[in-house]
């Protein structure tokens, strides 16, 4: 049952910071790869963990891949060096800031696009989505609020680039005038950037249609049986459903042992069963599965294939 997840395209961890989206990620593209696909690990986070949780290096400029694992990549998204790219394509658009001002409609927000860091990843998202070239991409993303805005980019995005290709309808003749006066680009230019927008705008529509389909991507939330970890999770459910984004299954993780021999333990294990219990009432309708914490720090690949082991079954 719980094997569904790999018949999918792509695969979102998320959840609040520290609760291992990283570790599961690393553990769920390590045992897709072992089935046979081609498989490849994306970290969208900023403060990357995939090389600490592989225990070997991975970049930001190219596919790396993992050691004594067949059929699994990895890279980390370098989202600096996409921002000059990006930021140049936006100047592109409105080289002299002619848009922004003629557009001045009191809010001088109206033109700006979207969130930047969560744009870049958003657009190099875009290139793993038309990439045919892995059966599975897993996602290891940030913690929720990062996430949040770059799963809400789709619909923001589209938005944004509607109304600038509006504009550059109406405002397209006024533009090259524009353009000369400020010594700007030729015509042949103008029509090239306007096409790439238009592009983009297609591209972003396609990426909303495959990511919202349950058929192809799903997302699984990683939380702890702790209480702030549980209205996180809350935030991010409703989120989810607000952009239509699949979600049906949640990863309590580092669950402690009983230990009546030890006042603290004893407490905490108590407070872990409450938790639970409220997690399996809220949730009643999502396939939770439980994970205990190890002995050890989950690290390298060896101990990801462990517990893939607890997460999936023995292979
Ligand atoms: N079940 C577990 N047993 C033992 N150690 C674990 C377990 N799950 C995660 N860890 C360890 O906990 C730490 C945090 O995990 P991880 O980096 O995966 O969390 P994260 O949610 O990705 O964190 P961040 O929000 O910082 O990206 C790591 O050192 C990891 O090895
Ligand atoms: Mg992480």
């Given at each position: 049952m719980s094997n569904s997840l790999f018949n999918k395209h792509f695969l979102f961890f998320g959840g609040k910071g520290g609760v291992g989206k990283t570790t599961m990620?690393?553990?769920t593209a390590i045992r897709a790869a072992d089935l046979g696909h081609n498989t490849l690990l994306v970290s969208t986070d900023p403060a990357h963990s995939v090389s600490d949780s592989l225990d070997q290096k991975i970049g930001g400029d190219d596919y790396i891949k993992v050691n004594d694992v067949e059929n699994l990549w990895a890279i980390?998204?370098?989202?600096?060096?996409?921002?000059?790219?990006?930021?140049?394509?936006?100047?592109?658009?409105?080289?002299?800031?002619?848009?922004?001002?003629?557009?001045?409609d009191g809010d001088p927000s109206s033109l700006s696009p979207p969130g930047t860091d969560e744009t870049v990843a958003f657009i190099q998202l875009l290139e793993f989505i038309q990439n045919p070239e892995y059966?599975?991409?897993?996602?290891?993303?940030?913690?929720?609020g990062h996430t949040l805005k770059l799963l809400q980019l789709p619909e923001l995005t589209q938005s944004w680039l509607f109304r600038l290709i509006k504009m550059r309808r109406r405002l397209g003749g006024l533009m090259g005038g524009f353009k000369s006066l400020f010594g700007g680009g030729s015509e042949l230019d103008e029509q090239d950037a306007f096409d790439k927008?238009?592009?983009?705008?297609?591209?972003?529509e396609i990426a909303r249609t495959?990511?919202?389909?349950?058929?192809?991507?799903?997302?699984?939330?990683?939380?702890?049986p702790t209480i702030?970890?549980?209205?996180?999770?809350?935030?991010?459910?409703?989120?989810?459903?607000?952009?239509?984004?699949?979600?049906t299954r949640i990863y309590i993780n580092q669950l402690q042992?009983?230990?009546p021999d030890c006042s603290y333990c004893k407490?905490?294990?108590?407070?872990?069963?409450?938790?639970?219990?409220?997690?399996?009432d809220l949730y009643d309708e999502f396939d939770l599965h439980e994970i205990p914490s190890f002995e050890y720090e989950i690290r390298g690949v060896a101990h990801l294939r462990k517990l893939a082991n607890i997460l999936y079954g023995k292979k």
């Open positions: 990620a690393a553990a980390e998204l370098n989202t600096d060096q996409a921002m000059s790219t990006y930021s140049e394509m936006i100047s592109q658009q409105d080289p002299t800031g002619a848009f922004n001002e003629l557009l001045g059966d599975i991409v897993v996602f290891d993303t940030a913690p929720t927008l238009e592009e983009l705008r297609d591209q972003v495959h990511l919202s389909n349950n058929e192809e991507t799903e997302f699984v939330a990683v939380t702890i702030m970890a549980i209205w996180e999770t809350e935030r991010l459910i409703r989120a989810l459903f607000e952009v239509a984004f699949p979600i042992p009983e230990n407490n905490r294990y108590t407070e872990q069963l409450k938790n639970i219990e409220k997690i399996k």
